[in-house]
């Protein structure tokens, strides 16, 4: 992809989410196991890297959102890709790539608690603060960033540069 700048590098990467696990890992002692919930498709990459890092036993389950027109977050999101598995009486973690408006999350957030729940938290690796339109509650977050335009690592441009290792911005 061209004309794209570096933000973060892998080792900058790694090095914050190994902090976010442990700090995950101290919150969920004496948690018997925690239902990682990964939102299709950006965030299997900070999942993978995540869960590796944790100590916490997990299940892992996957969702897939998404918003009825455009790239835009509209706030007209369904649900493409259910979970498998009753949430009931279980404790919640949703690891997402990055909250924007907060739309999707505000949505996700009150799907599963419609599930009843034991308890729902949620990470996220990227937090564009300053583009918030609604109000949700983040548990852990991994780095604060600017309204740029990221790709790499998960985060893409039209479905491509998903794989590229770092992640970039583009001017
Ligand atoms: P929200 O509902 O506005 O919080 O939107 C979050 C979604 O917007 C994410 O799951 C991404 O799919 C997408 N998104 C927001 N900013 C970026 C970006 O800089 N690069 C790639 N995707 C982004
Ligand atoms: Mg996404």
Redesign the pocket.
């Known amino acids: 992809m061209e004309n794209l700048k570096v933000m973060y590098k892998e080792e900058e990467l790694q090095k914050r989410i190994r902090e976010m696990a442990e700090e995950i890992d101290k919150d969920y002692a004496g948690t018997k196991e925690v239902i990682v919930i990964s939102?299709l498709k950006?965030a299997v990459f900070f999942t993978v890297d995540l869960v590796k890092k944790m100590k916490t036993d997990i299940i892992l389950e996957v969702m897939q959102l998404s918003s009825y027109s455009g790239t835009e977050?509209t706030g007209n999101i369904i649900v493409k890709k259910d979970l498998d598995c009753n949430i009931e009486g279980k404790d919640i973690l949703i690891v997402?790539?990055?909250?924007?408006?907060?739309?999707?999350?505000k949505y996700l957030k009150e799907y599963l608690a419609s599930k009843n729940p034991n308890t729902i938290k949620v990470a996220v690796l990227m937090d564009?603060a300053e583009?918030r339109e609604v109000k949700v509650d983040v548990d852990y977050t991994g780095f604060v960033i600017p309204n740029?335009?990221?790709?790499g690592y998960g985060?893409?441009?039209d479905e491509k540069g998903r794989n590229i290792p770092y992640v970039g911005y583009i001017e």
């Open positions: 939102v950006g977050s997402e790539d990055i909250i924007d408006t907060g739309r999707t999350l564009k583009r740029k335009f990221i790709v985060f893409d441009y």
